[in-house]
């Protein structure tokens, strides 16, 4: 099979090379920049002995990491964003990492630091040399999921595997141009942006904090955006601390986790935009689309075109009843079969179908009720209690910059619940304590402490281990 991906690319390279190829508060450059870039790149890869096949750790500024990663993807390898969790669990099948001072992620083995020097040396190479071939299902990258609950696992995306997904950009989550993830590269749902975008000419629109999006968002005029709770949080500060208006945003997708009901109606208030969901995983890709409700904020939509979902009993059986809460399962053409270089016990992937670890309800209008994660389903002091609808909870109370909770375990085994709140003011902690308390009736927290920055996987989503670590030491 040819790199018939990194033909398509390089072709706007030579028909469009004026046109923006990504744009960012960094820097700017055009498709005839990137495809130079790229065969340079690519010539020097070639050079340090990559070769079809071979696993390359990624970990370098976006801009520079999107440029790797084609010049990777030339030479018919594969490519990943090498985080330190990632370098750590999978060093022995990464062939070289490439970035800003490798070892700083743990990275073991081969490192190249691409630094100025690095970024000189491209000038002496030749920028001629044709793409090589990647083997029939052969891997071209690999994106990883949030990592929230453990190690990240990965997902081979195949050449036919990143084709389907951004052929339905178009119809599930890219409406309307220009576009713009507020989700790194790191991220299935901006890689996918970053794919789509070169692929057909557009430019990738690199995300930054809350202020640097603000900014790209009024520059590039776009249209509609992608992005978690917490990126449209920051987002939306911006907007807010500055006056700036978006007038010409039409869509705001949301995925990763629920929104809270102030973060809907605050959306609305300054966007003139009620959020929609997007839900699914990097698994599957995305599974259903809806407006969210600030009245409901569970609701999440219906079932895309080209997915399938239904919920299932405790004992894995499949639920015809409409409104009975159950485990969620679903399955996409794209969906992967397994994932990359790890065995995980017990498999989600079963028969076809997926089961990402959620619960919910389909009403009789095939909408779904997300009822939180497996996971996130404690028993605390006898009771079931659901940790991410505890956060969606104390997410309304407003004294606080950010809040969540996380379980633990109390000598003799008993498990308790404790909080953790972020704030830009002097709030105490006994005034939150009485604030949680009547948002919370009933619900008995054990720990509550201050920290600066509520640690956040690059979807937004709270790592709970993390959490539970920084109880001891506090």
Known sequence: M????????????????????????????????????????????RQLGVKPGDVVGLHAVPEWEAVLTLAVLHEGAASLHASAPVSAAYGDRIALHLGRA???????????????????????????????????????????????????????????????????????????????????????????????????????????????????????????????????????????????????????????????????????????VRPVYLYGSTEAGTITFGAADPEDPARLGTVVDGAELRVLDDDGVPVDEPGVTGIIEYRTAAMAETYWSRVVEPSPFRDGWFRPGDRGTLDEHGFLELAGRTDDLVNAGGSKVNLADLDRRLAEVDIVRDAATFAYELPGGLTAIGVVYASDSAVTADLFAQRIRETLPGVEIRSLFRVDTIPRNPRGKVSRQQLAALLGES
Do not use: Y
Not at 21 to 28: E, K, Y
Not at 215 to 222: D, F, G, K, V, W
């Open 102 to 272: 490798p070892g700083s992620i743990g990275a073991t083995g081969r490192t190249i630091d691409v630094d100025q020097q690095f970024i000189a040396s491209l000038g002496a190479v030749n920028p001629l040399i044709d793409p090589r071939p990647i083997a029939e299902g052969g891997v071209v990258r690999v994106v990883f999921s949030s990592g929230t609950t453990g190690t990240p696992k990965g997902i081979a995306f195949a050449e036919a595997t990143l084709r389907a997904r951004t052929d339905s950009a178009r119809s599930n989550w890219m409406p309307d141009d220009p576009f713009f993830c507020l989700l790194g590269i790191d991220t299935v749902s901006g890689f996918q942006t970053f794919a789509w975008s070169v692929l057909h000419g557009e430019p990738w629109i690199v995300p930054g904090d809350g202020r640097a999006n603000a900014e790209l968002l009024s520059l590039t005029a776009a249209r509609s955006i992608k992005t978690s709770p917490a990126r449209l949080a920051e987002l939306l500060d911006a907007l807010e601390s500055t006056g700036a208006t978006l007038p010409a945003l039409q869509s705001v997708q949301v995925a990763g986790s629920l929104l809270s009901a102030i973060l809907i109606h605050r959306c609305e208030a300054v966007t003139g």
């Open 2 to 45: 040819s790199t018939a991906l990194i033909d398509e690319v390089l072709a706007w390279s030579d028909c469009r090379p004026e046109a923006p190829a990504i744009v960012s508060r960094r820097m700017n450059m055009t498709f005839g920049e990137l495809g130079s870039a790229v065969r340079r790149t690519a010539s020097r890869l």
